[in-house]
C-alpha cells in the first residue's frame, strides 16, 4: 500500500474520479458510517506513531484554530451535596447549544 491518510468526515463527496485525475489521490468512499467512534479507532492501529509528532489532525471547521472556548471562571458554582458544577436552569423550550457545564 504504500504511504496514505484517511479522513473521516461530515457530509457527502462527490465526483471522486474527477478528484482522482486531478489530484492522484485515490478517494474510497465507504458511505455512512453509524459508528464514527469505531472507525477513527480503526485508522488509528495501524497509523504511524513518532514522538514528537501528531498522529491526528482536524481541517476545516473543525480545526483546533477555529475553536473558541469560553472562558471558564475563576470560582465555580458548586453543588454543597455532591460538589457537582452547578448550571443555571434553561428552558427546555429554548434552541441552540447547551451552555458550558460551569454556567
Known sequence: DGPHFHAVGYGWIVHTKAIEQDTGYIVKNIGVINNVGGTIWY??????????????????????????????????????????????????TQTGPPPPPWL
Open 43 to 92: 485508522q488509528l492501529t495501524h497509523c504511524g506513531i513518532q514522538a514528537g509528532r501528531q498522529t491526528v489532525t482536524y481541517f476545516g471547521l473543525c480545526a483546533l484554530s477555529k475553536y473558541k472556548s469560553p472562558p471558564v471562571p475563576k470560582e465555580l458554582n458548586l453543588c454543597p451535596v455532591c460538589g457537582a458544577i452547578m448550571r443555571k436552569y434553561q428552558d427546555e
